[in-house]
């Protein structure tokens, strides 16, 4: 961790696992053209495998069995994927093909299948290598249900492979996060990789909207949290970036 002293990991006997990750994977994947012009970002491959798959190779470490993944672009290609490649998970579809109903949107439309009072999302556009301790664990055992709505997985900016933003929150000795001012840069990015309740989505609007949104309210009310992947994480967003990633793990 560069900045900030580091706070406790929950350690309570009663932490409760968790059972459900929501996968986003319906976005159109335009700045990975033209890589996407045939078929979804989710199954573009780095390192001879499609992203999606390296993250239900995640979701199986940490004992995830159940999946609800959304789907709009090229969505018989997803789904025929997930029938093939995850025959041994519970999954789900969410189908958004009428409408892309953004990250937000698509969460909150999903809500019903996903069931769960708290549960993992994660961005098929990312791949993380897990340190010493799995990322999705570390998220578990960090979750205080009295104090948190979200907790996001973040990267030190300098440590975003790949990435080239500049940044999108500080963070807090307790791990409470806020956003960029504009115009500067912020130490941690998010790495696509949360844990957020239900009651985040309490009078979320209708329609396409990104959760950015619920971010925000839940940061007013100091009920969102930051935790620092401990790995490698890599943002996989433009066909450049395939490449630089198969650079890197192949280097070690």
Request: glycine content about 10%; overall charge neutral.
């Amino acid at each position: 961790m560069t900045t900030n002293k580091p706070f406790a990991i929950n350690t309570r006997a009663d932490t409760v696992p968790l059972h459900t990750a929501m996968v986003l994977a319906a976005g159109l994947g335009k700045r990975m053209r033209p890589l996407t012009a045939t078929r979804p970002k989710p199954l573009v491959e780095v390192a001879g495998k499609p992203l999606l798959d390296h993250v239900f190779d995640r979701l199986r470490v940490a004992g995830i069995g159940r999946a609800v993944v959304n789907v709009h672009y090229l969505a018989d290609a997803v789904e025929a994927h997930l029938r093939h490649k995850m025959a041994d998970l519970d999954v789900l579809v969410s189908d958004e093909r009428g409408h892309l109903l953004e990250t937000g949107g698509g969460i909150t439309k999903a809500l019903p299948l996903i069931g769960d009072d708290r549960f993992l999302v994660a961005n098929s556009d990312n791949l993380w290598i897990d340190g010493p301790i799995g990322a999705i664990d570390l998220l578990a055992e960090r979750w205080d249900d009295a104090a948190m709505d979200a907790l996001l997985l973040v990267v030190p900016l300098a440590r975003a492979n790949c990435h080239r933003g500049r940044g999108d929150f500080h963070m807090d000795a307790s791990g409470l996060i806020s956003r960029r001012k504009p115009g500067r840069v912020a130490p941690f990015v998010f790495t696509g990789i949360q844990i957020v309740s239900r009651r985040l989505f309490d009078d979320a609007p209708e329609g396409a909207f990104s959760t950015n949104l619920l971010w925000d309210r839940a940061i007013a009310a100091g009920r969102a949290y930051g935790l620092v992947h401990q790995g490698l994480w890599f943002d996989v967003g433009t066909p450049g970036a395939v490449g630089a990633t198969e650079a890197m793990l192949a280097g070690g």
